[in-house]
T-cell receptor
Framework: DQQVKQNSPSLSVQEGRISILNCDYT??????FLWYKKYPAEGPTFLIS?????DKNEDGRFTVFLNKSAKHLSLHIVPSQPGDSAVYFC?????????????FGDGTTLTVKP | DTAVSQTPKYLVTQMGNDKSIKCEQN?????MYWYKQDSKKFLKIMFS???????INETVPNRFSPKSPDKAHLNLHINSLELGDSAVYFC???????????FGSGTRLTVV
């Protein structure tokens, strides 16, 4: 019962180009979505989020798009930098009944080549 | 001055042993969590505590017992360790009404 899926285990892009990471979900009750970035031997760190009442949220080089009808979200990184190389997890949250519970995808490893 | 700190970072132990992992946060957050990342890389919630009160207990074997002595601490005790318990365990915290977690750096548990 994998409610959040990241179908691309890995992605490789050239420095300066756009990175697009995708995430699909099945539970229509999710109302908040988040992206985390994880370096080796560290815990995930929060990157950007979006509420289900929006379809886009932008923060510097990072933009998250939400398509509720398709139950799909994506993270765009423009321009990509070598320091962006990490594992990216999307997560979905359902409130208020499941307070404090985010369901995570299994991650996409992004490699940005200089 | 780590926001969420877990100890130990690495833990290698034999089957059948009992072990504990400690977690402390200095962010003043109300909610703390334990997540398990298995070999397939999924992060799965195990437990969630809000102000020392257990609010989420997923289908985790009762060999796993969390304890929250105060709002800033959430420890995980595991009895009778099994090979399948080998994983990375992450502690995390979040403030009231916000779902962005602050994670610790993880504890890699290896059961041999």
């Amino acid at each position: 019962d994998q409610q959040v899926k990241q179908n691309s285990p890995s992605l490789s892009v050239q420095e300066g180009r756009i990175s697009i990471l995708n995430c699909d979900y099945t539970n229509s009750m999710f109302d908040y979505f988040l992206w985390y970035k994880k370096y080796p031997a560290e815990g995930p760190t929060f990157l950007i989020s979006i509420s289900s009442i929006k379809d886009k949220n932008e923060d510097g080089r990072f933009t998250v798009f939400l398509n509720k009808s398709a139950k799909h979200l994506s993270l765009h990184i423009v321009p990509s930098q070598p320091g962006d190389s990490a594992v990216y997890f999307c997560a979905a949250h359902q409130s208020p009944l499941n307070a404090g519970k985010s369901t995570f995808g299994d991650g996409t490893t992004l490699t940005v080549k200089p | 001055d780590t926001a969420v700190s877990q100890t130990p970072k690495y833990l290698v132990t034999q089957m059948g042993n009992d072990k504990s992992i400690k977690c402390e946060q200095n962010l003043g957050h109300d909610t703390m969590y334990w997540y398990k990342q298995d070999s397939k890389k999924f992060l799965k919630i195990m437990f969630s505590y809000n102000n020392k009160e257990l609010i989420i207990n997923e289908t985790v074997p009762n060999r796993f017992s969390p304890k929250s002595p105060d709002k800033a601490h959430l420890n995980l005790h595991i009895n009778s360790l099994e090979l399948g318990d080998s994983a990375v365990y992450f502690c995390a915290s979040s403030p009231q009404g916000w779902w962005g977690y602050t994670f610790g750096s993880g504890t890699r548990l290896t059961v041999v």
